[in-house]
């Protein structure tokens, strides 16, 4: 779960993440954010790598996103999410559980690939964005830190296509120096989701225990 924590920590602040320091690097991520809300469906694919910060190995897996506004569901091998903008369900393979909760705005923006709006405007500092070459593309690279000295986040870095303003590559690195760095390997947005995909269909998923934490 904390590996999991940490993967959707960066999905949701790699389309959201805004702060007060350089108005340039806000637009940039203000444009990319609102590409997202505008979005009739949005599907990422991504690869998430998980290690110590300095490590030469990494422990990676592949993931789909799937993205309509503030609503998504994520796949992953161990793991499926759904959330309606509301209620969030968590399906948990290996021990076939559904995990039922209606998130905080705190919550979800530790499980979401979209952070609530109001979370991500204030409490980190942005530097200027710089220009740099990230998985072949010309993107700008923006680095940023917690406001505050007891976060467990200790810096985020992210690449935003230049030619497109879609991510291309986020950087999270925690307080005890784990490392979760996501890779955006496909981006496409001609999608129309109907709503009911980001709600948990039991009848798809017969034998699987409901566990509702609300």
């Given at each position: 779960m904390?590996r999991?924590a940490s993967i959707l920590l ?7 993440a805004?702060?007060?320091d ?7 991520l203000?444009?990319t954010?609102?590409g ?6 949005i599907?990422?694919s991504?690869?998430?790598?998980v290690?110590?910060?300095g490590?030469?190995?990494f422990?990676?897996q592949?993931?789909?996103a799937?993205?309509?506004?503030n609503?998504?569901r994520l796949e ?5 999410i759904w ?8 399906l ?8 039922i909760s209606n998130?905080t705005?705190?919550?979800?923006a530790?499980?979401?690939?979209l952070a ?6 204030e409490?980190y500092?942005?530097?200027?964005p710089?220009?740099?070459t ?21 810096a ?8 497109n303003?879609r991510l291309?590559?986020v950087?999270l ?8 760095k ?9 999608f129309k ?6 709600i948990?269909?039991k009848?798809s998923?017969?034998?699987v ?6």
């Amino acid at each position: 779960m904390k590996r999991l924590a940490s993967i959707l920590l960066v999905l949701s602040l790699t389309v959201a993440a805004i702060a007060q320091d350089s108005p340039q690097s806000r637009a940039i991520l203000d444009k990319t954010h609102s590409g997202y809300m505008l979005s009739d469906g949005i599907k990422l694919s991504f690869i998430s790598s998980v290690g110590e910060a300095g490590a030469n190995e990494f422990d990676s897996q592949k993931g789909e996103a799937y993205i309509k506004g503030n609503k998504f569901r994520l796949e992953m091998d161990e793991m499926n999410i759904w959330f309606d903008g509301t209620t969030q369900w968590v399906l948990l393979k290996d021990v076939d559980e559904v995990n039922i909760s209606n998130p905080t705005e705190s919550e979800l923006a530790s499980v979401s690939p979209l952070a609530l709006l109001g979370i991500y405007r204030e409490g980190y500092n942005l530097k200027a964005p710089a220009t740099k070459t990230v998985n072949g593309k010309n993107v700008n690279f923006i680095e940023m830190t917690p406001v505050s000295a007891n976060s467990d986040i200790k810096a985020i870095s992210v690449a935003i296509d230049k030619t497109n303003n879609r991510l291309v590559q986020v950087v999270l690195t925690m307080s005890n120096d784990i490392l979760t760095k996501i890779d955006i390997t496909d981006y496409n947005e001609n999608f129309k989701y109907n709503d009911s995909e980001f709600i948990f269909n039991k009848n798809s998923y017969p034998g699987v225990e409901i566990v509702d934490l609300r």
